[in-house]
């Protein structure tokens, strides 16, 4: 069965959640937008060592005095009703700076639909230019 209208804006909603849970320091919302064995950036698979290493990245950030948020681009989305590959551009910006934009990369994702939840099996990120 292919995408559904809804599927692809549930998928659309778990990416801009993604950026809005890293923004806002919600690490509980972030974890929960992956599946149990999901890998992260190729490095972190299953909910602990994701957990782990975003709390670290978000403690870092916590200290960090410039206020950087993403951006997420509109994706592609090719799959069917349950597995989609999902492409999307990022970028980081910096609040208050004369040059805000600080970085930009691309997401690679696989999802799954669990339960009726469009989830993260996998998401890696290459970077295109700048370094956050």
């Known amino acids: 069965m292919q995408l559904t209208a809804d599927d692809r804006i549930l998928i ?5 959640r993604y950026a809005r849970c890293l923004d806002s320091g919600d690490l509980d919302g972030y974890v929960s937008l992956f ?3 999901a890998t992260l950036f ?3 698979v299953g909910h602990q060592n994701i957990r782990t ?11 960090d005095p410039a206020r950087r948020m993403h951006f997420v681009g509109m994706p592609t989305i090719d799959g069917d009703a349950e597995h989609a590959s999902v492409h999307s551009y990022l970028l980081w ?9 600080s970085a930009a990369a691309e ?5 799954v639909k669990q339960a ?11 970077r295109l230019a700048g370094s956050n």
């Open 53 to 63: 290493y975003v709390e670290q990245v978000m403690r870092r950030r916590a200290d």
């Open 93 to 101: 910006v910096q609040s208050g700076a004369a040059s805000p934009i």
């Open 116 to 126: 009726g939840r469009w989830l993260f099996a996998s998401r890696t990120l290459t």
């Open 42 to 44: 190729g490095a972190h």
């Open 35 to 37: 599946t149990a064995d």
């Open 12 to 16: 659309m909603d778990l990416l801009a």
């Open 107 to 111: 997401y690679t994702d696989s999802c």
